[in-house]
């Protein structure tokens, strides 16, 4: 598995956005899948910086987001949708026909599933997805024990996620206990995947899915057997490795 080291989160961020970048020069109308989470601020941050420097227009860009907290609705401060239009989707000039999400209000779930996967096929599959890692090695939503072949479902989510997102709500009781994600087996069709770590909490996780055991306890292990997946890491996410 291939992996590159930046200085700090600024740079990991920096690095992914110049490789996001180069792909949408060489394919305009490219298929993005993205992702939510503080690690992606300075990425989404330097994307929209690169993208007004380099003038790449993200107008032919289709993108679909990983997941979505079950419950929450675009207008909710904390859901990824309005995480998204803060951080990026405000920013560029992509399309809102072109945007993609799983809708966390939507009663429907197993529909709204089946027809997320449909779109993303109708629409060629995803050339480029971005990913960050959870403490415990989830991807997306995919907590451990997720199935390699799983495609986009309701998940619950594990007490160390939901500790962790908690910084973004009031309490811990306001974490929602379910979401929507991508499955693995939806990841891993890709053509291309670029997962961004920074900071020391997530070396455990990181080193376990680079050279540990392929093991559905560690889902982004599962990315070792894809043949086009890239790490980029800060100093103190890659302090573990060995
Ligand atoms: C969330 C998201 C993941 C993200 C992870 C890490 O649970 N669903 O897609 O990768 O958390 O988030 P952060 O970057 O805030 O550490």
New binding site residues.
């Given amino acids: 598995m291939k992996f590159i080291i930046a200085e700090d989160s600024r740079k990991v961020g920096k690095k992914a956005a110049s490789l996001v970048a180069q792909e949408i020069k060489r394919k305009p109308e490219i298929v993005l899948g993205l992702?939510?989470?503080?690690?992606?601020i300075p990425f989404y941050k330097s994307l929209v910086l690169l993208s007004g420097k380099e003038k790449i227009s993200f107008s032919g860009v289709a993108c679909f987001n990983?997941?979505e907290y079950v419950g929450l609705g675009s207008g909710d401060k904390n859901s990824l949708r309005y995480f998204m239009e803060k951080n990026f989707f405000s920013k560029i000039d992509i399309k809102e026909s072109n945007i993609h999400f799983l809708d966390g209000k939507e009663k429907r779930v197993r529909e709204t599933c089946k027809k997320y996967e449909k779109e993303i096929k109708r629409a060629g599959g995803i050339d480029l997805q971005i990913?960050?890692?959870?403490r415990n090695g989830?991807?997306?939503?995919n907590e451990p024990g997720s199935g390699f072949k799983s495609r986009t479902r309701e998940v619950k989510l594990s007490d160390v996620?939901r500790r962790?997102?908690s910084r973004d709500f009031n309490s811990l009781n306001a974490v929602p206990r379910k979401a929507i994600t991508m499955g693995l087996g939806t990841i891993m069709q890709s053509r291309r995947i670029i997962l961004l770590a920074s900071g020391r909490r997530k070396a455990e996780a990181v080193s376990k899915s680079i050279t540990g055991k392929i093991t559905e306890d560690v889902p982004a292990s599962v990315l070792q057997r894809h043949k086009n997946a890239l790490f980029v890491l800060d100093r103190g996410a890659a302090g573990k490795l060995r």
Avoid at 131 to 134: D, R
């Fill in positions: 992702a939510s989470g503080r690690t992606m990983l997941d990913l960050g890692i959870g989830h991807i997306g939503f996620t962790d997102n």
